[in-house]
């Protein structure tokens, strides 16, 4: 079956490392997002790609970064982790709508990060 | 900007019940509006996504309706069980662009 995963699911690091969340999907889906999920704020857009060498940020991109080398990867790099990127951090990926086809998001099953 | 709300935050019912949850939105220049349930710890599933040229969709015990025009959603849940608990959210895509905007959530718990 067709699947999204991230790794690792739980990481705790320090104020200033760099950090990378991977999120892989085997649904062939060229749209890919990551999301964070924070009490108060909902889930808020960091960056999104709509297939193999685009990437676009989101809402909340500063401090983040994201490559897209192939259709089932993208990953989301902290380039210096800060407190206040402690959060959940979800990667969805949909299918390209097409003549008002479905366009249904699949997530992953999250990331908890902890910046100390 | 687009902004989405969810009214109630939290909601409380016996098992049995029939209820509504509502998702608003400011902008009614949207392509579909999706709604998702998340389990606690969990990710979210998608349950519902309604066109924007659609009126409602049905997946079981639950109905989606759309009202492009007042800016609002509702989800009708049927018969509601304790296995319906989890946090419910909407989220709408634009016309003019292609991401997702969320809404808060409402935090549904069906007592048995």
């Known amino acids: 079956d067709a699947e999204i995963t991230q790794s690792p699911r739980h990481k705790i690091t320090e104020t200033g490392r760099q950090v990378t969340l991977a999120c892989h999907q085997t649904?062939?889906?060229?749209?890919m997002f990551w999301y964070r999920q924070d009490l108060g704020h909902g889930l808020r857009l960091i960056h999104y790609?709509?297939?193999?060498?685009?990437?676009n940020k989101g809402e909340v991109s500063d401090g983040y970064s994201v490559s897209r080398s192939n259709t089932e990867d993208l990953p989301l790099t902290l380039e210096s982790a800060a407190s206040s990127q402690t959060s959940v951090y979800f990667c969805?990926?949909?299918?390209?709508?097409?003549?008002?086809?479905?366009?249904?998001?699949?997530f992953g099953p999250g990331t908890r990060l902890t910046v100390l | 900007k687009q902004e989405v709300t969810q009214i109630p935050a939290a909601l409380s019912v016996p098992e049995g019940e029939n209820l509504v949850l509502n998702c608003s939105f400011t902008?009614?220049?949207?392509?579909?509006l999706q709604w998702f349930r998340q389990d606690p710890g969990k990710g979210l599933t998608s349950l519902l996504l309604?066109?924007?040229?659609?009126r409602e969709q049905t997946s079981g015990r639950l109905n989606a309706s759309l009202d492009k025009s007042s800016g609002r959603s509702t989800l009708y849940i049927a018969a509601s069980q304790p296995g319906d608990s989890a946090t419910y959210l909407c989220?709408?895509?634009?016309?003019?662009?292609?991401?997702?905007?969320f809404g808060p959530g409402t935090r549904l718990s069906v007592l048995p």
């Open positions: 649904w062939n889906h060229n749209n």
């Open positions: 309604i066109q924007s040229s659609q």
């Open positions: 790609s709509y297939g193999v060498h685009d990437t």
């Open positions: 902008d009614s220049a949207i392509y579909n």
């Open positions: 969805a990926s949909s299918d390209l709508p097409r003549g008002g086809g479905t366009d249904t998001q699949y």
């Open positions: 989220a709408v895509r634009h016309n003019y662009g292609q991401n997702f905007v």
